[in-house]
């Protein structure tokens, strides 16, 4: 029997499931991340600074790689925000805004 070659992706798309919830979530933040270093080396000989640079050592020069890299390492993490609770709390700072702009019982 014929054995099975090694991945050529290195880390392991199953590894990098154990640090996301959904695969669209690992592209998502896999390719923001990418974005964000590929600005990094953009901008490095403008002396900016402004942009994070690579938070692991890796002799892959892709930046989805890197990315890819950072995720495996738990350099970077997502956050799932609740649209409703959003939703909920900015209705909520409308009525309190509203509540001082028109005072209502005050006395004149």
Known sequence: MAERRASLMQPRVEDLMDRVDSKFTLVTLAAMRAREINDYYNQLGEGLGRIV?????????????????EVAAGKIMFERIDVNAEAADAEELVADLDAVEDPGDAPA
């Open 53 to 69: 640079p690579p938070q692991v050592t890796s002799v892959s020069r892709k930046p989805l790689s890197i990315a890819m890299e």
